[in-house]
């Protein structure tokens, strides 16, 4: 009876080991060319506000659909700096994608230069990674890569830094947030304190995040994950469930064949974890309808 435990003890944890690998999160690459801002589909002028004139630099982030959801002005007038983000706000780029279809958040940056009638929008000189990109240190995504206890304590220090800035943005702590989950869940294994962290992030989205983002749907698909190990089977199902319809409809509307046939990879890997979970609750009936629903 004791090897038997000891047997299932195993499993359960090999078990929980895949499921963390195969979590996604959203890679992050720049882009700082003019070529790159010109091939915005929707590019909101800038609205000079009275009399003032200068320049603004602007940092922004996409998502992966090509939304911008993160803008922060870094030089310029204050009195300017609100008239470009609140345009940049509304830009829109087409999906783009790095291998055989893994979508990516793209960091960026422009000057709007306010002396000009219309305001010009202009790529700016090289930045630095810690300009652009705030806070954020490269060796706690390299800890979602690969093994390293050690990113950790790097996430933490990460929040922490994002959350004492007062320029960050909700996107910006949203993904501190949930990388720090990440990795309390694959170094610390304290799903307890993940989940929280998750649920931080998913109160963050509403705003910049629609429900057909993937982005959306990785944060619950996170959720569900650290629940499950936590033992909240009950709410673990809520959150599969609605990662699973949130991957469905940003495979609908992604525009891009490659990027939806990655989510649809994607929504498989969910369905199947959802089913497990469902199965090792003795619902059969309700995992079956689960993969029949889907397609898996």
Same mark, same amino acid.
């Given at each position: 009876m004791r090897t038997l435990q000891i047997i299932l003890m195993?499993?359960?944890? @090999?078990?929980?080991?895949? &499921?963390l690998q195969q979590l996604p999160?959203?890679?992050?690459?720049? %882009?700082?060319?003019?070529?790159?801002?010109?091939?915005?589909?929707?590019?909101?002028?800038p609205v000079t506000p009275g009399a003032a004139y200068g320049s603004?630099?602007?940092?922004?982030?996409?998502?992966? *659909? =090509?939304?911008?959801?993160s803008a922060r002005a870094i030089e310029g007038p204050p009195e300017?700096?609100?008239?470009?983000i609140d345009a940049i706000a509304q830009w829109k780029f087409s999906a783009s994608s790095i291998g055989v279809g893994q979508?990516?958040?793209?960091? $960026?940056?422009?000057?709007?230069?306010?002396? +000009?009638?219309?305001?010009?929008?202009?790529?700016?000189?090289p930045l630095t990674a810690a300009q652009l990109n705030p806070g954020f240190q490269f060796k706690c995504f390299e800890g979602l890569l690969r093994r390293?206890? $050690?990113?950790?304590?790097?996430?933490?220090?990460?929040?922490?830094?994002?959350?004492?800035?007062?320029?960050? $943005?909700? %996107?910006? *702590?949203?993904?501190?947030?949930?990388?720090y989950g990440l990795v309390l869940m694959k170094y610390a294994n304290d799903p307890k304190q993940a989940s929280e962290k998750f649920s931080q992030a998913i109160s963050l989205a509403p705003g910049r995040l629609e429900p057909s983002d993937a982005e959306w749907s990785y944060a619950?698909?996170?959720?569900?994950?650290?629940?499950?190990?936590?033992? &909240?089977?009950a709410e673990a199902e809520k959150d599969f469930s609605i990662a699973?319809?949130?991957?469905?409809?940003?495979? +609908?509307?992604?525009?891009?064949? +490659?990027?939806?046939?990655?989510? /649809?990879?994607?929504? =498989? +890997? @969910? @369905?199947?974890? /959802?089913?497990?979970?469902?199965?090792?609750?003795n619902k059969h009936d309700e995992a079956k309808r689960l993969r029949a629903e889907f397609g898996q």
């Open positions: 195993t499993l359960a944890q @090999v078990l929980s080991s895949s &499921n999160y959203s890679r992050r690459v720049f %882009m700082l060319t003019n070529q790159f801002l010109e091939r915005a589909a929707v590019k909101t002028a603004v630099l602007v940092i922004f982030w996409t998502s992966e *659909r =090509g939304a911008v959801v300017l700096q609100r008239a470009a979508p990516v958040q793209i960091g $960026s940056a422009t000057i709007i230069d306010f002396s +000009k009638t219309p305001p010009a929008i202009l790529a700016p000189k390293d206890p $050690s990113s950790v304590d790097v996430c933490r220090q990460q929040l922490t830094a994002v959350e004492r800035d007062p320029k960050s $943005s909700p %996107m910006d *702590r949203f993904t501190a947030l949930d990388q619950y698909w996170h959720r569900a994950t650290a629940e499950e190990q936590s033992g &909240n089977k699973e319809s949130s991957l469905h409809d940003a495979q +609908k509307v992604i525009g891009n064949e +490659k990027i939806a046939a990655y989510y /649809h990879d994607l929504l =498989g +890997k @969910v @369905v199947e974890q /959802h089913s497990a979970l469902l199965d090792g609750e």
